[in-house]
């Protein structure tokens, strides 16, 4: 006689594993590990406190192009104002 194996065996878990050390990086500001950047530090050339880009810093075409008409409008106001005042 044969053993006879159930229809339906128990799933086997998977084991969680923990991102990489080199992946995460402390963000001095939340204090613990962060997989990406919350937006809280004040970024330097395009990168926060704790070394990764800062994503808040970043600009989409759109507002590109929102930033330069802007200032442009700037500076024709200025123009006008040193003209007009002579």
């Given at each position: ?8 065996t ?33 970024p ?29 409008m ?13």
């Amino acid at each position: 006689m044969s053993i006879r194996k159930p229809l339906l065996t128990p799933r086997q878990r998977r084991r969680r594993r923990r991102p990489p050390q080199y992946t995460v990086l402390r963000c001095p500001m939340v204090g613990h590990q962060a997989s990406w950047c919350r937006g809280l530090c004040i970024p330097l050339d395009g990168h926060g406190v704790c070394g990764r880009p800062a994503t808040h810093e970043m600009m989409g075409r759109t507002q590109q192009a929102i930033a330069r008409y802007k200032a442009a409008m700037e500076a024709e106001e200025s123009i006008e104002e040193q003209t007009a005042g002579r």
